[in-house]
């Protein structure tokens, strides 16, 4: 089950900023058995996934997407689904102790799915779904047809590698095993999309002894360390022949933020034996709080802002700020606060909450960024529907007879993902009452009494519009790059975490990779090139 250190169990609160809203007397106190099941608030999310799921099932089990108003499904592919929705809910449904719906999935895997179907799948939505599910429910099952799936996906995937770079193209052709460019620019790669997919052939590796997907998803690394600019931020595209990047937005959002993402996850994953990949996030987190974090004029609330070419041809890359953060920034207020409790500890054990004493001066202050920034998005929930926007844009004049320092640009909803983090890292109840109300919200705006949950178009308007469609993250817990909606599986399992006992899936013992399937820590047996200095691929 991965490598343990000791955790010490502390009863003190670290020192904090109030939160930025001006709700400050119902700011609760940590809670004193950071241990503790919630069971009633656990049962009810495991009620809300059964109700998304038995819809799913009755009106397109198998398909790739769902439509719960139209109640019928969609596949990526005229010949059939790949298994998005079904794979990538499958670890959810084992660790919901769903037995009956996990053996009927299981059953369609094993009888119905196939891979070896024409069209063009995206090889980042389908290694971080499909294949990272494959992997996180082998991890908790030992269920060998998982992991024969699992490589035979793999072995189609990795074809899109073949290119002058290393680079992997953004679509693969999984019957004809090629990959497939960019069809408005073919040289273009997104730098997130290349750089999301180590966890899961790393992990595949070790289980296989075959070192190909080690180095193939390693050398992604060093083509982008190489890459990298004076500040040790990246754009968002990459050139897929010459390994360089292209003059684009710098942003933590989408297109780039799984990126750091992972890069404190690769540390983590193997046992944080590769120290390259170290340096490499604390580089990364160096730059973010020199040119993006903000804060606003009238209170206080951290932000992270954009950097936009001044020139998108000139190849100077010359930037200006841009106030905008998008939803998926969300992910670093729980990764700096991960960050600050294993790269930035001082110390073996660490407390719940830390210390500041056992923290160095570069973790104090990543948590710190980390507990502000949460606040900032919980600040953004504040709508008429109590749900965040996809988009908020920050205001920087302090004379506005505005009664807030934000606006909504794009409204759709949001993750629990760094809420899960700071949960299981802090202890502190509010952490908790913020996923409960989160929770609450989607209940109450985009649960359909037929069965399933819809998005919410418009966060900040009563009543609701809703679109037709239930995301596989939903059932999951994350959020993909176009649409920020309610779905069930990403989001349903970081709440279904944040309620349940702390030692299911502790931290010390597992990564999530960008869609939240867990996979264990491990000392590798494969010996890393890009650690030892070489480059090859």
């Known amino acids: 089950m991965g490598l343990c250190y000791p955790f010490t169990w502390s ?72 298994g998005y929705t079904v794979v990538d809910a499958l670890d959810t449904m084992y660790l919901l102790g769903l037995q009956p719906e996990y053996q009927r999935a299981r059953t369609w895997i094993d009888k119905k799915l196939n891979f070896n179907q024409p069209g063009e799948f995206s090889t980042f939505e389908t290694s971080i779904r499909v294949l990272g599910g494959f992997l996180s429910t082998y991890y908790l099952t030992s ?8 490589v035979d996906l793999a072995d189609r995937l990795i074809m899109s590698f073949d290119t002058e770079s290393g680079l992997p193209l953004p679509e693969v052709d999984l019957k004809n095993r090629k990959g497939v460019a960019d069809k408005y620019s073919a040289d273009r790669i997104s730098t997130a999309e290349a750089a999301t997919l180590q966890l899961e052939f790393r992990y595949l590796a070790d289980l296989t002894k075959n070192d190909t997907y080690w180095y ?33 937005e710098i942003r933590l959002g989408s297109r780039r933020d799984s990126c750091y993402e992972y890069l404190l996850k690769q540390y983590l994953q193997t046992a944080r034996t590769e120290s390259v990949y170290r340096k490499m996030y604390m580089d990364s987190m160096q730059g973010v709080h020199d040119e993006l974090v ?14 936009i070419p001044k020139n998108y041809f000139s190849g100077n890359h010359e930037y200006t700020l841009q106030h905008k953060q998008d939803h998926l920034v969300r992910f670093l207020a729980g990764s700096l606060m991960l960050g600050a409790t294993t790269i930035g500890a001082v110390r073996k054990s660490v407390s719940v909450p830390p210390q500041p004493h ?13 507990v502000n920034l949460l606040e900032t998005c919980m600040y953004t929930h504040e709508t008429a529907t109590g749900l965040a926007p996809e988009i908020a844009m920050f205001r920087t004049n302090k004379e506005t007879e505005e009664t807030r320092d934000w606006y909504i640009k794009n409204s759709r909803p949001e993750t ?61 817990g994350s959020a993909p790059f176009i649409l920020l909606i309610i779905s069930s599986s990403e989001t349903l399992k970081y709440l279904y975490l944040i309620f349940c006992d702390s030692f299911v899936l502790p931290l010390q013992d597992i990564v999530f990779n960008t869609e939240a399937h867990p996979l264990p820590v491990f000392a590798p047996t494969i010996k890393p090139r890009f650690s030892s200095g070489t480059h090859n691929h």
């Open 11 to 82: 009863l003190l609160l670290w020192p904090r900023p109030a939160p930025l809203h001006d709700q400050k007397e119902n700011v609760q106190p940590p809670v004193f058995n950071p241990d503790a099941a919630d069971v009633d608030k656990r049962e009810a999310i495991v009620s809300a996934f059964k109700h998304a799921w038995a819809a799913y099932e009755r009106d397109a089990m198998g398909s790739d997407e769902y439509h719960p108003i139209s109640k019928k499904g969609e596949n990526l592919a005229h010949s059939g689904g790949i």
């Open 143 to 150: 269920d060998r047809l998982l992991l024969a799936r699992a």
């Open 216 to 248: 193939k998803a390693e050398h992604v690394m060093s083509v982008i360390e190489k890459a990298k600019l004076p500040h040790n931020l990246v754009p968002i595209y990459i050139s897929a022949s010459q390994g360089t990047f292209t003059d684009s």
């Open 294 to 307: 903000q804060t606003t004029p009238i209170k206080n609330m951290t932000y992270i802002a954009e950097l």
């Open 358 to 370: 056992e923290l160095s001066a570069e973790g104090m202050r990543d948590w710190q960024t980390g």
């Open 416 to 476: 629990v993902e760094s809420l899960f983090i700071a949960w299981r890292l802090s202890g502190i109840v509010r952490y908790r009452d913020y996923a409960w109300g989160i929770f609450t919200s989607i209940e109450k705006y985009a649960k359909l009494p037929g069965g399933g949950y819809a998005t919410v178009l418009d966060v900040d308007t009563v009543p609701v519009s809703l679109d037709d469609k239930q995301e596989t993250f939903f059932l999951v």
